[in-house]
């Protein structure tokens, strides 16, 4: 069956320019996740959303950091005026019910800022 | 914050020896899950252990749970080479519902 897609997987941006990360999760989950995962690190969390209400954000870095999930299924992590330290694997995770439950992850979206 | 620490960093194994992973955490927890990252699959979920299960099989894995200690341990018995991977304990805890990973341990499994 379609696990939980993201694209681009890639993306290659120039430091002060906005990207967009996209996150399909799995059809009918009620809970998604976003991460970031630096490299030799462990994912850390950014923000979760229960349906199409943003539950927690504690983890946005700064204010230049946005994620939306208007209809509560497709979501969109933006990040404004990017900058070297944003350098990471974004992944996105969902899962069936509540945020203690499993999580299914996607494959990342990589982001490099030059 | 509430957050699972692995213990070793890094462990190499050869093909058919056990290999055993300790995690410990700071906060009361719901419940305890572990997760493998590799560069073929990504992060994948491994297995869950409830605050009130003191162990858990799936397969070649035993979790073991103790929260009188705040500790886990994930041991993964007749290991094989296709077990490298990183492995990271996510703790949750009672009043939010974010995991919060550590950094994981690096099995190596040569064959």
């Known amino acids: 069956g379609a696990g939980v897609s993201q694209s681009p997987r890639y993306k290659v941006a120039k430091r002060g320019q906005d990207v967009a990360l996209r996150c399909d999760p799995i059809s009918g989950h009620v809970s998604l996740f976003w991460y970031q995962q630096a490299l030799g690190q462990g994912p850390e969390f950014l923000t979760y959303f229960q349906n199409e209400a943003q539950l927690d954000k504690s983890g946005l870095p700064s204010d230049r950091f946005f994620a939306e999930r208007p209809e509560g299924s497709v979501s969109t992590l933006k990040i404004q005026r990017t900058q070297q330290e944003d350098s990471a694997v974004y992944l996105c995770a969902s899962s069936l019910v509540g945020g203690a439950d499993e999580q299914y992850f996607g494959p990342g979206t990589r982001l490099t800022v030059t | 914050s509430q957050q699972g620490e692995e213990d070793p960093q890094a462990l190499s194994i050869q093909e058919g020896e056990n290999a055993t992973m300790n995690c410990s955490y700071k906060?009361?927890?719901?419940?305890l899950q572990w997760y493998r990252q590799n560069s073929g699959r990504g992060l994948v979920h491994l297995i869950l252990i409830r605050s009130n299960e003191r162990e858990k099989h799936s397969g070649r894995l035993r979790v073991t749970l103790d929260t009188s200690k705040k500790s886990s341990s994930l041991l993964i018995t007749a290991s094989r080479a296709a077990d490298t991977a990183s492995y990271f304990c996510?703790?949750?805890?009672?009043?939010?519902?974010?995991?919060?990973f550590g950094t994981g341990t690096r099995l190596q499994v040569f064959p």
């Open positions: 906060t009361s927890i719901n419940n």
């Open positions: 996510a703790p949750d805890s009672y009043n939010t519902d974010k995991l919060i």
